[in-house]
């Protein structure tokens, strides 16, 4: 069979035509090659179609990995915008206590006004 239609057809396929066909006589031959080559389009529907299931598993499984790689980047952000908003607060408050140290410095370095007479 593989040498006449260049496939191979799985063997309960051919014999199940062998056995609807029996006897095989010159005159069964011609239903027997009609059999065989739907059989043939039969599987190669079947294989595209696996493939086909196969190509759309794989592109479910690409967009389900980057929906759960776009999650983790989500929080990997909040955690380091959370981080950040804790350090500008903690430099806010340094800042307001230098302010507050220097504040008295700056009020008895500054020079007084003599009263002219």
Do not use: G, Y
């Amino acid at each position: 069979c593989q040498e006449v239609i260049k496939f191979e057809l799985p063997v309960a396929t051919v014999d199940r035509i062998v056995k609807a066909l029996e006897p095989i006589t010159l005159e069964k031959f011609r239903p027997m090659h009609q059999k065989v080559c739907i059989a043939k389009s039969e599987r190669i529907v079947e294989m595209r179609l696996e493939e086909a299931e196969a190509r759309r598993k794989a592109i479910e499984e690409a967009k389900e990995k980057k929906k759960r790689d776009i999650e983790e980047n989500k929080q990997i952000m909040k955690e380091m915008l959370e981080e950040a908003s804790t350090m500008l607060a903690a430099a806010a408050k340094n800042i307001d206590e230098a302010d507050d140290k220097l504040k008295p410095l700056l009020k008895s370095e500054r020079p007084t006004e003599e009263v002219a007479e």
